[in-house]
Structures are given as structure tokens and as C-alpha cells.
């Protein structure tokens, strides 16, 4: 070792006991890891660990089990996971948002936005109905690399863009009801 070079032991052909020792092994390592696993999700997430008794497939693979330690959630802790993904989930967004507008007024993408009350407006790329569109767009295309555009799949008989169409044209008609509903109210 002191002159740099390693000495390699002889190579052994595997037998029977090796290999059993090399999976035992490799067993371990995959045990291992899964608790390593679980115990960041803990930390993470939240919920308790419960000490059960081993079903029958966890007593085949390992014969001497005695008991194993599951991480447990409740349903509350499961709700809270829920309002903790879509709070991190929405702030990014949110930070996205900021960039997505600085790029779409350097562009001249705002020319193609039209008022469907006027005009008969196509789908996108062609034409916008709002700048949630347009935003909606870009963010799917050049953030999330999904091209809803290209994407002909449909859910509910509608393709993305037909749905995003739909969202933007009813969230602007409602935005619109209401600004006009508190205007009518208060005149001032």
C-alpha cells in the first residue's frame, strides 16, 4: 500500500456459500437503505411507529422475525401531508409566475391575446383569450417540459389546451361578474 498499488486477493469461484453470503449481503444493504428511507419520510412528514406482528409473506422471507416497525399516519397526519405539498407546490408556482411575466413582456405574445365576447377566438398557439393562458402555457412547455400543445390526450373528451381554454374563459367571466357585482354596489 505504501508504494500505491493494491494487492487483490485470489479469486474464489463462487460456490453455494458465497453466493448465499453475497445475497444476505446485498439483503441487508436493501433493508438498509429502506429504513434510511423511512426515517427521512418521518422527519419529514410526520406520524408515529407501531411495533406489529410479521404476516405470513414478511415470516417465509425472514423465518425468525419476530416483529416489524411500521411508520404509521393517521388520517389528520395524511390531510396535513396534502395542505404541506400543495403549500410548496403553490409557492413555486408562484415564484415561477414572476419569471414566466418578465419573459412574456419582452415578447410579442400579448398581440395574439383576444376577448372572446367579441370574437370568435382559435385555440392556442394561435390565439389567447388571457395572459393566465399564456402564462399557463409557457409554464407547462418550458418549465415542465410537457408540451400541452403537441399532447393530443384527452381527459374528459378534452384536450389540455381545450380545458385550459375553458378555465381561462370562465375565470374571466367571473372575475368580470364580480369586479362589475362590487362596483354596481359601492359607485364610489
Same mark, same amino acid.
Given at each position: 500500500?505504501?508504494?500505491?498499488?493494491? %494487492? /487483490?486477493? %485470489?479469486?474464489?469461484e463462487?460456490?453455494?456459500d458465497? /453466493?448465499?453470503?453475497?445475497a444476505?449481503?446485498?439483503?441487508?444493504?436493501?433493508?438498509?437503505?429502506?429504513?434510511?428511507? !423511512?426515517?427521512?419520510y418521518?422527519?419529514?412528514w410526520?406520524?408515529?411507529?407501531?411495533?406489529?406482528?410479521?404476516d405470513e !409473506?414478511?415470516?417465509?422471507?425472514?423465518?425468525? /422475525? !419476530?416483529?416489524?416497525?411500521?411508520?404509521?399516519? +393517521?388520517e389528520r397526519?395524511?390531510r396535513?401531508?396534502?395542505?404541506?405539498?400543495e403549500?410548496?407546490?403553490?409557492?413555486?408556482i408562484?415564484?415561477?409566475?414572476?419569471?414566466?411575466?418578465?419573459?412574456?413582456?419582452?415578447?410579442?405574445?400579448?398581440?395574439?391575446?383576444?376577448?372572446?365576447? %367579441?370574437?370568435?377566438?382559435?385555440? %392556442?398557439?394561435? !390565439?389567447?383569450?388571457?395572459?393566465?393562458?399564456?402564462? +399557463?402555457?409557457?409554464?407547462?412547455?418550458m418549465?415542465?417540459?410537457?408540451?400541452?400543445?403537441k399532447n +393530443?390526450?384527452?381527459f374528459g373528451? /378534452?384536450?389540455?389546451?381545450?380545458?385550459?381554454r375553458?378555465?381561462?374563459?370562465?375565470?374571466?367571466?367571473?372575475?368580470?361578474?364580480?369586479?362589475?357585482?362590487f362596483?354596481?354596489?359601492?359607485p364610489d
Amino acid at each position: 500500500m505504501a508504494s500505491g498499488k493494491f %494487492a /487483490l486477493p %485470489a479469486r474464489v469461484e463462487p460456490d453455494e456459500d458465497n /453466493l448465499s453470503a453475497a445475497a444476505r449481503i446485498s439483503r441487508l444493504g436493501d433493508v438498509w437503505q429502506r429504513v434510511v428511507d !423511512e426515517s427521512k419520510y418521518h422527519r419529514f412528514w410526520g406520524g408515529h411507529f407501531e411495533v406489529r406482528d410479521p404476516d405470513e !409473506e414478511q415470516k417465509t422471507v425472514q423465518p425468525g /422475525l !419476530e416483529h416489524v416497525i411500521v411508520s404509521v399516519k +393517521t388520517e389528520r397526519d395524511r390531510r396535513d401531508d396534502i395542505r404541506i405539498a400543495e403549500y410548496i407546490a403553490f409557492n413555486r408556482i408562484q415564484r415561477k409566475q414572476v419569471v414566466i411575466s418578465r419573459n412574456i413582456v419582452r415578447s410579442s405574445a400579448k398581440d395574439r391575446v383576444k376577448n372572446p365576447r %367579441a370574437e370568435v377566438v382559435a385555440l %392556442a398557439p394561435d !390565439e389567447l383569450v388571457s395572459e393566465l393562458e399564456m402564462a +399557463t402555457l409557457y409554464m407547462l412547455d418550458m418549465d415542465m417540459h410537457f408540451n400541452p400543445i403537441k399532447n +393530443t390526450t384527452t381527459f374528459g373528451g /378534452l384536450t389540455i389546451v381545450e380545458w385550459l381554454r375553458g378555465y381561462c374563459v370562465s375565470g374571466g367571466m367571473l372575475c368580470r361578474r364580480f369586479v362589475g357585482a362590487f362596483r354596481w354596489n359601492h359607485p364610489d
